[in-house]
């Protein structure tokens, strides 16, 4: 085979993603990251699901927006120098709280990945698996709740554990996905299993 | 030996790419995206300050001794600026000569009234030995409303100094944004 061009190999050189992942095991939020992000490579990889982007889509247009809102507002005062901007900047001032709000409200649920499983026979609508998960500050326990919506019926069903974190770190902060994979794969059979028995 | 092996508590620059490294496009875009909000925010608090108070500097910083012994070098002031505020004298006020960006903290000291509300004024610090008009526009004898940027409601004593520092040493302020840019763009929220 010949030799890749410079560029893709220096892009190569720069995703990892399929190397171990190794953080900082005293830092919390990585720790999170770093399981929530195996979560979804599970769910993705094995599994083979879709991940549906609509959720982070919206958020990610809503803080365009707002930031949209504020360079309008200091363009504007830049042009139009105060008091004449009053208006404008009001409404900007106002309409960005309101955005930042929503944001948050969103991100309350803490979903971090939607995914649809495709019906192989092309027929039913598509049944959505939905992970959330949460690691309390200076807390070891992890708990990854997975919720399994049918495409077909509506109904939803969900799974969760709670396990320290230590179980699935070693010592130098590196994943052990020979540990983690298999937790991950018994919440989704779990689910999955209900479905074949109803 | 002791538990912790490998990794201490502070991360290297490696860490920080390693993070942005098992990122997908969307993944960056939000660290840009949260930079800015960030940035925006700010942007937000100080536009809103400004429409709150009616005052183009809503808090501004005492530069020199002047006032002493009711200001100092260094104290913060936030003021407002009602339109229907009356200029009084004996008020202290702060004001921008024409031509001149930085604002000044003065006291009223005499002022002369029309009957359809305008008003001249003069104005003068109380360290100082003479009146402002020397500080004034060449040929320019008194301040009118529109000069105005507002009058102190509440004010911090020292907590300017910072703002002082930074301009004195612009270096050490391009410094520290560039770190708490770097900082907010390539650390991962969760």
Excluded at chain 1, 129 to 154: A, E, N, P, V
Excluded at chain 2, 20 to 28: E, G, S, T
Aim: net charge positive; proline share 4%; hydrophobic share 40%.
């Amino acid at each position: 085979m010949a030799a890749k061009s410079g560029r893709n190999g220096l892009l190569d050189k720069w995703k990892i993603d399929d190397k171990p992942v190794k953080i900082d095991k005293w830092d919390g939020s990585a720790v999170k990251n770093s399981l929530d992000d195996s979560a979804k490579k599970v769910l993705l990889e094995k599994y083979k699901y879709v991940e549906n982007f609509r959720l982070i889509d919206g958020r990610l247009i809503i803080c365009t927006i707002s930031c949209l809102f504020a360079i309008v507002a200091l363009i504007w005062d830049y042009l139009h120098p105060f008091p004449e901007s009053k208006p404008v900047l009001a409404f900007c001032v106002v309409s960005y709280p309101l955005q930042i709000l929503s944001q948050l409200y969103q991100k309350e649920k803490s979903i971090f990945l939607v995914a649809h499983r495709k019906d192989p026979a092309g027929m039913d609508p598509d049944d959505i698996w939905q992970l959330s998960s949460s690691l309390k500050r200076f807390d070891d326990k992890y708990t990854l709740k997975l919720t399994f919506i049918s495409g077909k019926t509506k109904q939803q069903r969900e799974a969760e554990f709670t396990k320290s974190i230590a179980k699935f770190f070693d010592n130098n902060g590196t994943l052990v996905m020979e540990a983690y994979e298999p937790e991950v794969s018994k919440l989704h059979d779990s689910l999955a299993l209900e479905r074949k028995t109803k | 030996g002791w538990p912790r092996s490998g990794g201490t508590r502070g991360r290297t620059a490696m860490d920080l790419f390693g993070d942005l490294r098992r990122m997908n496009k969307r993944q960056l875009y939000y660290q840009v995206l949260n930079f800015a909000m960030i940035v925006s925010s700010a942007l937000m608090i100080w536009k809103g300050l400004i429409v709150v108070t009616g005052s183009e500097s809503p808090i501004v910083v005492v530069l020199s001794g002047s006032m002493e012994p009711a200001f100092h070098r260094g104290d913060l002031l936030f003021l407002t600026n009602f339109h229907d505020d009356p200029i009084r004298a004996g008020e202290i006020v702060v004001f921008k000569v024409e031509g001149r960006d930085i604002p000044i903290v003065h006291r009223v000291i005499k002022v002369h009234e029309k009957g359809n509300g305008n008003i001249k004024f003069l104005t003068k610090g109380d360290n100082n030995e003479v009146d402002d008009r020397g500080l004034y526009k060449e040929g320019q004898n008194w301040l009118e409303k529109k000069d105005v940027v507002g009058r102190a409601r509440g004010f911090l004593p020292y907590v300017g100094m910072v703002t002082i520092i930074m301009n004195d040493y612009p270096k050490f302020k391009y410094a520290l944004l560039a770190v708490m840019g770097a900082y907010v763009l390539l650390k991962r929220e969760s």
